[in-house]
């Protein structure tokens, strides 16, 4: 499909393993968003990519978190040694950053630490 | 610091009426404002936005209004229907320096019979 495609859909994962969320964008997109969305909380910023741009990691709650966008199209946000608060529904968008246009979302992954 | 703010957590609303989300915002360089709407198990969906440059924009029931003076923008739908029942973002941006897209906390408006 020509959307925002994220996988896994679903991730179980034991309290201090690492896991790896992969992000599709929609092809063109220059701009790149993570978020993510505890239990009955609201969109938390996590990460953005823009182009060559150093990106905005300012939202990253701590160092156990990376993400890392390659060739300017797929991203991996990497969460190590995952912890039972690090559950949540993790959401990529994407965007072609031009003056008007809206961010597309995938359908999110859901992690799970046990 | 929440520069983008939902006030209220959840909006109830009979069916044909009229429903308004309202937001916030604080950082005056925001010249771009959208609202997602989001079901459970989705990720959120583009609904309407609106330009700094105007104080209303339309699109079939959605209406968002702007008012830079209050940093208040709100999304008005007329009339309200079951399936409108969902999560709804309000965001901003400043377009004009690459910046993120910032959202709200959300609104939970749930559309009753």
């Known amino acids: 499909g020509a959307g925002v495609s994220q996988s896994p859909s679903n991730k179980v994962t034991e309290k201090g393993k690492d896991v790896e969320l992969r992000c599709d964008p929609i092809?063109?997109?220059?701009?790149l968003y993570w978020y993510r969305q505890s239990l009955g909380q609201g969109l938390e910023f996590l990460i953005y990519?823009?182009?060559?741009?150093?990106?905005?990691k300012s939202g990253l709650p701590s160092d156990r978190f990376s993400a890392e966008r390659t060739g300017g199209s797929v991203s991996t946000l990497t969460i190590q040694r995952t912890q039972q608060e690090d559950s949540a529904v993790y959401l990529c968008?994407?965007?072609?950053?031009?003056?008007?246009?809206?961010?597309?979302f995938g359908q999110g992954t859901r992690l799970t630490v046990v | 610091d929440q520069q983008v703010k939902q006030n209220s957590p959840s909006l109830s609303v009979q069916e044909g009426r009229i429903s308004i989300l309202n937001c916030d915002y604080t950082?005056?360089?925001?010249?771009?404002f959208l609202w997602y709407k989001k079901y459970p198990a989705e990720g959120p969906t583009f609904l309407i936005s609106i330009s700094s440059i105007k104080d209303k924009n339309e699109d079939g029931r959605f209406t968002v209004f702007l008012n830079k003076s209050a940093k208040h923008l709100s999304l008005h739908i007329v009339p309200s229907q079951p399936g409108d029942s969902a999560v709804y973002f309000c965001?901003?941006?400043?377009?004009?320096?690459?910046?993120?897209?910032?959202f709200g906390t959300g609104t939970r408006l749930q559309v009753t019979l």
């Open positions: 092809s063109g997109h220059t701009a």
């Open positions: 965001a901003a941006i400043n377009t004009g320096t690459a910046s993120k897209l910032t």
């Open positions: 990519f823009q182009g060559n741009s150093a990106p905005d």
């Open positions: 968008a994407s965007s072609p950053y031009r003056a008007g246009t809206e961010a597309f």
């Open positions: 950082n005056s360089m925001f010249d771009y």
